[in-house]
T-cell receptor, first 114, second 111 residues
C-alpha cells in the first residue's frame, strides 16, 4: 500500500527538550512538506523540500529544523526554541514541483507540552 | 505573500440542504485545489481547477473556477452527515513553489 507514514501519532515534549517527528513516504514523490495546524485553524507551512539534500523555510520555520537525506524521508525536529509547540503536525508529499500536483497527507502527529 | 479568504468560516445545515463555500483571492490564480478534512483526520485532495470558468462535478459536489481566476466555489447538493468536515482551498504562492491554504470552512450537518 502506497502512502505517507507519520510517527508517533501522539508526542509529549518536556521543557527544553528537542523532539523529532518522523515522516516516510513510498509514493516516489519528489516534494515533501511539513505543516502546522492549530485547533480550528488552517495549515501553515513550516518547511518544504523539492529534492533530496535541499529544503527551504516556509512561513513559520523558526524553532524547527528538517533534513532530507533520502527521497523517502523528511523528519521534522521541534527544538526548544519553539516556545509554543502544541499543535497538530502534518506531513505531505507531491509528485513533481511547483504546486501543481495534489498533495498526499499523513495521519499527523499531535504534539503537546508536559 | 499570497493570501486567500474563505467564506463562510462555519456553516450549519440540516441534512438534505445544500451548502456552498467560496474561496477568494486578490490576485489571479494559476490553479486552485480543494481538500476535505474530516474531524480528527488529515486533509484529503478533492480536485484541482486550472481553466477560467471551469466546472467539475463529483457526484453531489460541484466545483467552479471563476472567469477571472480569482475565486472558486464548492457546492454540495443535498448534504449528508458524511459531508461533515472542513473544506480548504489551496493555491500556489507568489513564487509558484508552494501551496497556500485558505482558513477553511467548517461544515456541520444536523441529521
Amino acid at each position: 500500500d502506497g502512502g505517507i507514514t507519520q510517527s508517533p501519532k501522539y508526542l509529549f515534549r518536556k521543557e527544553g527538550q528537542n523532539v523529532t517527528l518522523s515522516c516516510e513516504q513510498n509514493l516516489n514523490h519528489d516534494a515533501m512538506y511539513w505543516y502546522r495546524q492549530d485547533p480550528g485553524q488552517g495549515l501553515r507551512l513550516i518547511y518544504y523540500s523539492q529534492i533530496v539534500n535541499d529544503f527551504q523555510k516556509g512561513d513559520i520555520a523558526e524553532g524547527y529544523s528538517v533534513s532530507r537525506e533520502k527521497k523517502e524521508s523528511f523528519p521534522l525536529t521541534v527544538t526548544s526554541a519553539q516556545k509554543n509547540p502544541t499543535a497538530f503536525y502534518l506531513c505531505a508529499s507531491s509528485f513533481g514541483q511547483g504546486a501543481r500536483q495534489p498533495q498526499h497527507f499523513g495521519d499527523g502527529t499531535r504534539l503537546s507540552i508536559l | 505573500g499570497q493570501q486567500v479568504m474563505q467564506i463562510p468560516q462555519y456553516q450549519h445545515v440540516q441534512e438534505g440542504e445544500d451548502f456552498t463555500t467560496y474561496c477568494n483571492s486578490s490576485t489571479t490564480l494559476s490553479n486552485i485545489q480543494w481538500y476535505k478534512q474530516r474531524p480528527g483526520g488529515h486533509p484529503v485532495f478533492l480536485i484541482q481547477l486550472v481553466k477560467s470558468g471551469e466546472v467539475k462535478k463529483q457526484k453531489r459536489l460541484t466545483f467552479q473556477f471563476g472567469e477571472a481566476k480569482k475565486n472558486s466555489s464548492l457546492h454540495i447538493t443535498a448534504t449528508q452527515t458524511t459531508d461533515v468536515g472542513t473544506y480548504f482551498c489551496a493555491v500556489r504562492d507568489n513564487y509558484g513553489q508552494n501551496f497556500v491554504f485558505g482558513p477553511g470552512t467548517r461544515l456541520s450537518v444536523l441529521p
